[in-house]
C-alpha cells in the first residue's frame, strides 16, 4: 500500500534542525528542532533572515558564500559538513554542524537553500578542553 509522504510531518519530526530559506536569505520553514536549538520560535524566525543565528562576525563571509551558491547553482556542503558558530536567541554562542542542499525550480534555478542543522557545542567544547589540556602536557622547546 502506497501512502503520500507529508514532508511537513517530516520536517516537524525531525531531531536536526530544518531551515530553508529563500535566494535572499530570509527564513521561510523553521522547524520545531530548530527553535530548540536556537531558541527562537516560529513566529519570529520566519521572515527574518539568517543574520538571526549567524554572529556579526561572520556574517560578510556568510553573505558572500551565499551569494555565490545562489549564482553558479553548486554548493560542497551537500556532502561536506560545516562547522560554523551560531548564536542562540539569549545570545550565547553555540557550534553547529550542518549540510545543506539546494531547492530548484523546474528551470534549474536555484529558489532556497534547506540545511539541515545538529548543535555541535558539546563536541567543539570538549575538543577545546582537550587540545588545551595537550597543549600544557606538551614540552616547551627550550
Not at 525531525?14 to 535572499?24: K, T
Amino acid at each position: 500500500m502506497s501512502r503520500d509522504v507529508d514532508y511537513a510531518q517530516v520536517v516537524a519530526a525531525s531531531g536536526d534542525a530544518v531551515v530553508v530559506s529563500d535566494p535572499e536569505g530570509v527564513i521561510t520553514v523553521w522547524s520545531p528542532a530548530a527553535e530548540r536549538i536556537f531558541g527562537f520560535s516560529e513566529a519570529e524566525a520566519l521572515g527574518q533572515t539568517l543574520d538571526l543565528i549567524t554572529p556579526e562576525r561572520h556574517r560578510r563571509r556568510h553573505w558572500t558564500g551565499y551569494a555565490e551558491t545562489m549564482r553558479t547553482g553548486v554548493t560542497r556542503y551537500g556532502s561536506e559538513v560545516l562547522r560554523v558558530p551560531a548564536l542562540h536567541k539569549d545570545g550565547r554562542p553555540l557550534s553547529i554542524a550542518f549540510t545543506v542542499g539546494l531547492m530548484k525550480a523546474a528551470d534549474g534555478e536555484v529558489i532556497g537553500i534547506v540545511a539541515v542543522i545538529r548543535d555541535d557545542t558539546t563536541r567543539w567544547e570538549e575538543e577545546r578542553k582537550l587540545r588545551r589540556r595537550l597543549a600544557e602536557l606538551e614540552p616547551v622547546p627550550a
